[in-house]
């Protein structure tokens, strides 16, 4: 027989000890507790039920066991006993299946079934099972965090399983959508010149989440904090795809790109009160979760708050969930190596216990000071599905942020609405409006035109309208306001007038997320053009409408060569001489002069739809002309100061390939400039004893 020992409250979670293993677990209202061991994840039924005795196994709140002789790769899971009260917030269920808040890895079985944990009765064979993971054997080979500051940085947003898992990847099949797959595109992604990868949720989630017939896909749904998805393994071993996890880490660290998490911290799998008991609910549904307490009914707590807009909230104000987030976020830095986070729906966690926002947020301010995540990048989605609204406004010093201000004022600024001249402006030099009373840097500012949430930059020019019908929700789901042009066609087209319009616009989005002050955020595939075919909710289809077409890397070389020259163009850029400046001391060191079609004389008017302007450095002039109007413009131009060349073109987004951008090329009559229409157009000139350097 087995000994079984008292065990101890900490560390929480399965932690290996000289005669076998320490399991511990918080549970505040259960009255008994079980763990489950099994011989395999699809095993129907346990191996051993080791009951904890209250008296022996239970500290406060805290259940504990030693099990000795259990070693790496146990199978196993919890049952939690205790009040079914809903209208007291209590969820306990002992029939259900419970995974360890805490597990380190995530094994799931072939028979796993999302409605089985939303059922009465017995889920064993159906449910994800935890198991123990021995961290300290792999082999880091030396790596450490690259701690690359954000203004050195291009960020590349992308899904690991669409990355590769189109069959004209090129990636051998057993390789195609994982972490593994992701290691063979390195090359790729260097020539491109992006130095951080932001990966779409990698923690173990839900793929039964989504309408029938369908796959949760994005994976904004997780099941565990601390356990790497598997799906995204080459194997169904939880512990293979622990390494392979790090094997990927460490391959884009060889190759100096960072990688960071997109992390959810504000809901979970388990959805509303109809949604089914994987982990939290069972363990202590009223500390994990922010409850409606009604008080037309009696302060009735069996309801969940949806500040998240996915059933749940996750309650991260909350001493318990507080030190799991906190504990999360150290794991994946010390232990899994990764160098940042963007958080989704952030905001979510500036929510007291009782879903109400506060000055200074527990959590926050715990992720704010930690000095395990004091060099990693925090970047935060800074508002919430309720109307919680804070960019500009979030809190701390450490963190920055998605500018969705950037986002929807270039698109309208590109597709020439009117009233928009003056606050494309703004969001160019990173928003000063937004940023400028906090003293910070022009960093702060994460921009984007697009991301996964909405149209792709291709679909943006192609689509007015969104086209949700394949997510079978009767096409409801999904932003209608897209401030979207389909430049006079709608959908795909063979006229070559609106594809050479599309493929100009295209190149007026990137030139200006790129070359804008600030971070620069791209989508993975908007280089070559990769289209979600108008679904601007593509979060249940794993299939073509997600995966990446490595097909389109030639069929759409002009726009791919473009990206990638306009990166290069940006990393040659002089660093600024002081990185600590604040965007209001970089706005004024930079001699900003701003023009309309005559010089000084910029037009802030509601019909105008063109900007101009110069920055002049004292070794380099930069003048940018952005003619968003349908017709050509002729622009005045600036004389460059003794010692300097005459204007060089750099960028002209309506020339073809290679004269749309490259090295300068003499403009001549350099008085005027005629743009042409919905253009842009860079110019350069620089000193004169310079130029060789």
Request: net charge negative.
């Amino acid at each position: 027989m087995t000994s079984i020992l008292p065990g101890k409250t900490y560390p929480l979670g399965a932690s290996l000890t000289p005669a076998g293993c320490n399991f511990s677990v918080h549970s505040k209202s259960c009255h008994s507790m079980e763990l489950l061991l099994f011989d395999d994840v699809d095993d129907a039924a346990p191996a051993r039920v080791i009951p904890l005795d209250p008296k022996r196994h239970r500290t406060f709140h805290y259940w504990h066991v030693e099990v000795a002789d259990v070693r790496v790769g146990q199978v196993y899971a919890f049952r939690a006993h205790g009040p079914y009260l809903p209208e007291h917030g209590l969820r306990f269920d002992g029939q259900k299946l419970l995974l360890d808040p805490y597990g380190r890895a995530v094994g799931v079985p072939e028979a796993f079934d999302r409605q089985a944990g939303s059922c009465a009765g017995d889920n064993t064979p159906f449910a994800m099972k935890s198991v123990v993971a021995d961290l300290s054997t792999y082999d880091w080979e030396g790596d450490l965090p690259l701690y690359r500051p954000f203004n050195k940085t291009i960020i590349y947003e992308m899904h690991v399983g669409g990355f590769t898992k189109h069959p004209s990847s090129g990636v051998e099949p057993s390789k195609r959508g994982t972490y593994l797959g992701l290691i063979e595109k390195i090359p790729y992604l260097k020539e491109l010149g992006v130095t951080a990868i932001e990966l779409l949720p990698t923690f173990q989630f839900d793929p039964q989440e989504a309408p029938p017939g369908l796959t949760n896909y994005w994976g904004y749904n997780p099941v565990s904090f601390f356990a790497p998805h598997i799906g995204y393994g080459t194997t169904n071993d939880p512990l293979k795809v622990l390494d392979e996890f790090r094997d990927m880490v460490k391959a884009f660290h060889r190759a100096d790109i960072e990688v960071l998490l997109d992390v959810v911290y504000n809901h979970t799998a388990e959805g509303d009160a109809s949604g089914p008991t994987f982990c939290f609910k069972g363990f202590e549904n009223s500390a994990y979760y922010i409850l409606d307490k009604n008080p037309l009914a009696g302060h009735d707590r069996s309801r969940y708050a949806n500040f998240s807009g996915c059933g749940n909230t996750l309650n991260g104000n909350h001493a318990i969930v507080r030190r799991m987030i906190l504990s999360s976020l150290r794991y994946w830095v010390e232990e899994m190596h990764v160098d940042g986070f963007r958080f989704d729906l952030a905001s979510v966690l500036s929510r007291d216990t009782n879903g109400q926002p506060q000055a200074d947020p527990p959590i926050l301010w715990d992720i704010e000071t930690d000095p395990v995540l004091s060099g990693t990048k925090l970047i935060a989605e800074a508002w919430d599905a309720a109307g919680l609204y804070q960019v500009g406004n979030f809190f701390g010093d450490h963190w920055k942020e998605w500018n969705g201000h950037f986002r929807d004022d270039v698109r309208s600024f590109v597709k020439g609405d009117e009233g928009h001249a003056g606050t494309f402006t703004k969001r160019f030099l990173a928003s000063p409006d937004i940023y400028g009373h906090r003293n910070r840097e022009p960093e702060q500012s994460i921009n984007f035109v697009t991301s996964h949430d909405g149209f792709t930059m291709n679909d943006l020019v192609t689509y007015s309208q969104k086209y949700n019908d394949a997510n079978n929700e009767g096409n409801r789901d999904g932003h209608n306001e897209n401030l979207s042009w389909n430049c006079g066609i709608e959908g795909p087209t063979k006229d070559a007038t609106v594809e050479r319009l599309r493929i100009k616009q295209i190149k007026n989005f990137f030139s200006i997320n790129v070359l804008a002050f600030g971070v620069p955020m791209l989508l993975m595939g908007d280089e070559v053009r990769r289209t979600q075919n108008g679904n601007n909710n593509a979060y249940c289809q794993d299939n073509e409408t997600n995966w990446f077409d490595w097909s389109l890397l030639e069929k759409n070389a002009e726009v791919h060569r473009f990206v990638k020259t306009l990166i290069e163009y940006r990393n040659r850029l002089p660093e600024r001489t002081d990185p600590d400046a604040s965007l209001n001391e970089v706005i004024s060191r930079s001699r900003v002069r701003w023009h309309g079609t005559q010089l000084d004389r910029p037009d802030w008017g509601n019909s105008s739809r063109s900007v101009a302007f110069t920055i002049e450095t004292n070794e380099k002039w930069f003048h940018l002309i952005f003619n968003k109007y349908w017709e050509a413009i002729e622009f005045e131009l600036p004389s460059p100061p003794d010692g300097f060349q005459g204007w060089q073109r750099i960028i002209d987004t309506d020339r073809p390939s290679p004269d749309d951008i490259g090295e300068g090329r003499p403009i001549k009559h350099a008085s005027k400039c005629a743009v042409s229409d919905r253009s842009t157009v860079l110019l350069t000139s620089t000193k004169l004893d310079t130029q060789s350097r």
